[in-house]
């Protein structure tokens, strides 16, 4: 069974505060997703990173895969209020015809003023 | 834009008794996926399908059921309910095989079930 452990699970900071989120598994993916989740909605999709190494930006997220495409970090810069939720990441394996993902525990980041 | 729609938002069960959650997509999408998600943690993967009549076991397929006779339906089924089965199931559903950097899973908002 595949594992994507998690950490911090649990993140609570002051708006502006920096702050990075790791994402961790002895398996070796073929993508890493990252989604952020609000209370009472399912997953929303803010990246896939496919290649080793590889470093994207979405605003203030920026994400990074590991050279061995077995963990992923998420950091984002000058948190706000809006960044609340939990965020998930997810690895993508690929079983015969069919490609799934393994989800990780979780980071349940709260922004305050 | 209805995308992945799931009914109920939420149920209450007895023990030992049964219930089907529905799952919708109006995307044409060939892959659709059921997770169940405990209280703050990640997904767990139930039964996913490749396209209609075609369906396999994820990571936490027992005292679970699946169909997909349609593309656009994939219904969840619980045949004998139990307390361990209270969670938030969430349907998924994705255009494209999921080692595509260009794919999204679309999610739907969740069924919150209760066994009590």
């Known amino acids: 069974t595949q594992l994507l452990e998690q950490s911090p699970q649990f993140l609570s900071i002051q708006e502006g505060e920096n702050l990075t989120v790791y994402c961790n598994s002895s398996?070796?993916?073929?993508?890493l997703q990252w989604y952020r989740q609000e209370p009472g909605e399912g997953p929303v999709l803010l990246v896939t990173v496919v290649t080793g190494g590889e470093v994207k930006k979405l605003k203030r997220l920026t994400f990074q895969f590991g050279d061995a495409r077995k963990d992923s970090s998420l950091h984002i810069t000058a948190a706000q209020p809006g960044d609340t939720g939990l965020y998930l990441c997810?690895?993508?394996?690929?079983?015969?015809?069919?490609?799934?993902?393994?989800f990780g525990t979780g980071t349940r980041l709260q922004v305050t003023l | 834009n209805a995308g992945v729609t799931q009914t109920p938002k939420f149920r209450i069960l007895k023990i030992g008794q049964s219930m089907t959650l529905q799952c919708t997509q109006d995307?044409?999408?060939?892959?659709m996926y059921w997770y169940r998600q405990d209280p703050g943690m990640g997904l767990k993967l139930i039964y996913y399908?490749?396209?209609?009549?075609?369906?396999d076991k994820g990571e936490v397929p027992n005292g679970y059921n699946v169909s997909r006779s349609t593309t656009e339906d994939f219904p969840l089924r619980l045949e004998l309910a139990a307390p361990s089965q209270t969670s938030v199931y969430f349907c998924?559903?994705?255009?494209?095989?999921?080692?595509?950097?260009?794919?999204?899973?679309?999610f739907g908002a969740g069924t919150r079930l209760s066994v009590l």
């Open positions: 398996s070796v993916f073929s993508s």
């Open positions: 997810a690895g993508t394996s690929i079983t015969g015809t069919a490609s799934k993902l393994t």
């Open positions: 998924a559903s994705t255009p494209f095989f999921l080692g595509s950097q260009k794919n999204i899973q679309y």
């Open positions: 399908s490749v396209g209609a009549g075609i369906t």
């Open positions: 995307m044409n999408h060939n892959y």
